[in-house]
């Protein structure tokens, strides 16, 4: 593996899902391979999970780590030909060359604009880093993808499974901000390489891209896609179609014990950070079908098994 961007990266996901339950079994097993080796990680907006758990990764096998929160009163400038006259101080070509001279790998984190989609879904600054760095880029959530998330999800939804095809509902859910579409895309990505049935419900209007979609369910009757579910993902993103905008803030779309009454005794996930009795009520996410802890404590052993293809990659050596 090259660089880690998307599912479509990895060339076997079942043995880099085994080698992440494999990690998670022992952690340590692999300490030496990062010996002498650096993760620089460069932060365009806030996190804890990721930050956390792809640091605690790296040092599982042996790495040190470099992390830098850009937009702290530096900028890049991404765009070519342009008159840097502006409040840009450095471009993205000598910015990633430079940074590539200290690391082994480097994990970026970008999120969309939600204004213009076109940039947005070329996934700009990500490929920006990509052309321009000398080392393999790991996407730490980019405009359109956070697969390190997905692949948690999916290590989750095999631990947790009792059938062998469960029914995985993706509801979208009440949010008071615009927020991107980065998740339910990523999910779906990984839901439509997986032996599930996937439903996705929201209302009308919030459309995910068909890219993404594929050939899921769509109901947007809510307590109908409930209906025998194993798995509920609750996520808000705004609308693909009208970009960026928020269409609804239907609190009936709220997670609540009556609607997971419904399901065949489902779970219940979400990426987190979640919003109390806004996306999904206390008695859900506190209760025992909840696996959001679960799931961001299998954030570290997806990304250390992605770490440790990168690093395997003799052709990633500098
Ligand atoms: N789920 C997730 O990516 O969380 P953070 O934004 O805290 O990294």
């Not at 919003?275 to 909840?290: I, T, Y």
């Amino acid at each position: 593996m090259k660089n880690f961007t998307s599912i479509h990266d990895i060339p076997n996901v079942e043995q880099l899902v085994q080698q992440a339950f494999d990690f998670k079994n022992n952690p340590l097993s692999q300490s030496e391979i990062g010996k002498g080796k650096t993760l620089g990680m460069v932060f365009f907006n806030p996190s804890l999970r990721t930050r956390m758990s792809t640091q605690k990764a790296a040092q599982n096998l042996g790495m040190n780590i470099i992390s830098l929160n850009v937009n702290d009163g530096w900028q890049i400038e991404f765009e070519d030909e342009v008159i840097m006259n502006g409040n840009k101080a450095e471009h993205i070509k000598e910015a990633a060359a430079v940074i590539s001279q200290f690391v082994n790998v480097l994990a970026v984190r970008s999120f969309p604009t939600l204004i213009d989609r076109e940039k947005d879904y070329q996934d700009f600054i990500l490929q920006k880093f990509i052309q321009y760095a000398s080392v393999p880029i790991l996407s730490l959530e980019s405009a359109i993808l956070h697969p390190l998330q997905s692949l948690a999800d999916f290590l989750t939804i095999k631990e947790n499974q009792k059938t062998k095809h469960p029914k995985v509902v993706l509801t979208w859910a009440p949010h008071p901000k615009v927020l991107p579409q980065v998740v339910a895309n990523s999910f779906c990505e990984w839901m439509n390489f997986a032996d599930v049935d996937l439903t996705i419900t929201h209302p009308k209007g919030y459309e995910l891209s068909p890219d993404f979609s594929k050939n899921a369910t769509i109901e947007y009757n809510q307590n109908k896609a409930f209906k025998n579910a194993d798995f509920v993902y609750a996520k808000n993103w705004s609308s693909f179609n009208y970009y960026g905008k928020i269409l609804s803030q239907d609190e009936s779309w709220k997670i609540s014990s009556e609607k997971m009454a419904l399901t065949n005794n489902g779970k219940f996930m979400h990426c987190l950070p979640v919003r109390r009795n806004v996306v999904v009520d206390d008695s859900v996410l506190d209760g025992p079908n909840s696996l959001v802890i679960e799931q961001a404590n299998n954030r570290t052993f997806a990304t250390q098994s992605v770490l440790f293809d990168l690093l395997k990659n003799k052709k990633n050596e500098l």
